[in-house]
């Protein structure tokens, strides 16, 4: 069980580079981390260690999140470790190009059950959790700024940032007042080498402020948002100002 009144968070996709920041970053808040990991094992594994450092009692588990099971499976174990869940951050996410006229279903499945399914029914097993307890908790969702934005050759991936974002309201207004739910949309970071198909030069001159994102930006929205009392169902564009173009 979680230490007598440290808080825990529940996060998916904490093995990525960004992800895995993220969740070192939550831990050195003085949160016990339990985080889902799915094709890497030895990143989990290193990101699981690092978060150790900080917070012994954090654990991990192998979740493909477009898998209802894989989830179901993940907060059962979750609730044999953990007594209480303060802060989910649903940031588990697939991304590749697909052709629009060329997207198959296999295509639209890897990336909207990942993307969409996967944060709903993360979303959805969480609030069953914190809807049952006294006390404020929070969720966060990792959606894009590509949601407000048409990019060619990635509409499954846009649609559903879209809906993740669309969910985010959803939820926000449902489990109010005992929930706050956000999302963070992160422009161009620079964790994302060749996210985009442009030369770093030529994003930079959309950005206005000159420089592509960097995980402490990312890192900086969701503390804000862990500490915010009084902010729900919102998107937090941190793109330096992209959206603007």
Known sequence: MSASGKKVCFMTGASGKLGSEIALAIAGQGYSIFFTWNSSRQKAEETLEKIRWVSPESQMIQCDVAKKVDIDRAFTEFSNHFDRLDLLVASASNFFRTDLLEVTEPDWDSLVDTNLKGTFFTMQSAARIMLKQSYVSRMITMSDISA?????????YTVSKA?????????ARETAPRILVNSIAPGTVSAYPGREEEPEGDLVKKIPMKRLGDPMDIIMAVRFLMESEYITGQVINVDGGRLLY
């Open 148 to 156: 407000g934005l048409v990019w060619r050759n990635y509409a499954p």
């Open 163 to 171: 809906g993740i974002q669309h969910l985010t309201r959803i939820f």
